[in-house]
């Protein structure tokens, strides 16, 4: 079912790569709720993905860029209002990436040059982008940036490396930003915190299997897939949402408030040796 959330709104959508990206789903819904956008992602991620199908799909222009640079951002976001007929309602940034992950350099063993990358990449790339949007007066008025993040920004999840640290960052970029676009411009900048999800990035991190399994028992909802992260970017697109900004929103099935749940409980109990049960 749609419901035209999106009707009359230019977007860019920049991250996708394949059917497993958050990015592609959103971009799927974006087109079903009566949006239109550009597609952009790194030179090679659109020679060598999926993008050119997504684009015949939702009927976008895709706009190579490497999103650390910020000549490459400005000639995206120039072409796209070209492209488009006028100023953007919307921007996703949907873009993360480690090479000591994709090393398998662990925490305590970080190459420092990769753990700048992944800073660049995953984050920093966020405040280039907004800083350009800010500058080109590039969103109208109640406009809406969002980033996608991830629970590792606030709590220590084994094996999720030097990303946390980089999530940490983008959640702090979109308060620092989201404070000086919306004071100025009328320009929302908010971040959504996934359930961990696997998509081509995310099943690079060490142990993504036992973190999707735990969330999702833990999870009162279960884990939020990727076509549920859509569904709420284009909501915090559309103008039901105008109010909201400078926020983290976690969109994990409720798992970011859970202690212990009765499942985890009784298989924690289950494991206790009788000696143990004593001393509880």
């Given at each position: 079912?749609?419901?035209?959330?999106?009707?009359?709104?230019?977007?860019?959508?920049?991250?996708?790569?394949?059917?497993?990206?958050?990015?592609?789903?959103?971009?799927?819904?974006?087109?079903?709720?009566?949006?239109?956008?550009?597609?952009?992602?790194?030179?090679?991620?659109?020679?060598?993905?999926?993008?050119?199908?997504?684009?015949?799909?939702?009927?976008?222009?895709?706009?190579?860029?490497?999103?650390?640079?910020?000549?490459?951002?400005?000639?995206?976001?120039?072409?796209?209002?070209?492209?488009?007929g006028g100023k953007l309602d919307f921007l996703l940034h949907s873009i993360g990436m480690s090479l000591n992950v994709r090393?398998?350099?662990?925490?305590?063993?970080?190459?420092?040059?990769?753990?700048?990358?992944?800073?660049d990449i995953s984050a920093i790339s966020f405040h280039k982008l907004i800083q350009t949007?800010?500058?080109?007066?590039?969103?109208?008025?109640?406009?809406?940036?969002?980033?996608?993040?991830?629970?590792?920004?606030?709590?220590?999840?084994?094996?999720?490396n030097d990303m946390a640290d980089a999530k940490a960052l983008l959640e702090s970029i979109a308060r620092s930003f989201g404070y000086i676009f919306g004071r100025d411009k009328k320009v929302r900048v908010n971040t959504i915190s996934q359930s961990p999800t696997y998509t081509t990035a995310g099943s690079g991190v060490k142990g993504v299997d036992g973190l999707i399994d735990f969330s999702e028992r833990m999870s009162p909802l279960g884990n939020a897939d990727a076509d549920d992260c859509a569904e709420y970017c284009v909501v915090m697109f559309s103008d039901f949402t105008k109010k909201v900004t400078m926020q983290n929103l976690y969109h994990d099935g409720g798992f970011s408030s859970m202690g212990m749940s009765l499942q985890a409980m009784m298989q924690y109990n289950k494991s206790l040796k009788p000696d143990d049960s004593q001393d509880i």
């Open positions: 079912m749609t419901y035209n959330l999106l009707k009359g709104k230019r977007g860019i959508i920049f991250g996708a790569l394949n059917d497993k990206s958050i990015a592609w789903k959103v971009a799927e819904a974006a087109h079903r709720e009566g949006a239109i956008f550009t597609l952009s992602n790194t030179p090679v991620a659109c020679r060598m993905g999926d993008l050119q199908d997504l684009a015949k799909q939702t009927n976008s222009e895709i706009i190579p860029a490497d999103a650390t640079n910020v000549k490459d951002i400005e000639n995206v976001l120039k072409t796209s209002m070209e492209v488009l090393k398998k350099r662990e925490y305590p063993d970080l190459d420092y040059n990769y753990f700048t990358k992944t800073l949007a800010y500058k080109m007066d590039a969103v109208n008025k109640w406009g809406s940036i969002l980033a996608l993040s991830y629970i590792a920004a606030q709590r220590t999840l084994s094996g999720y």
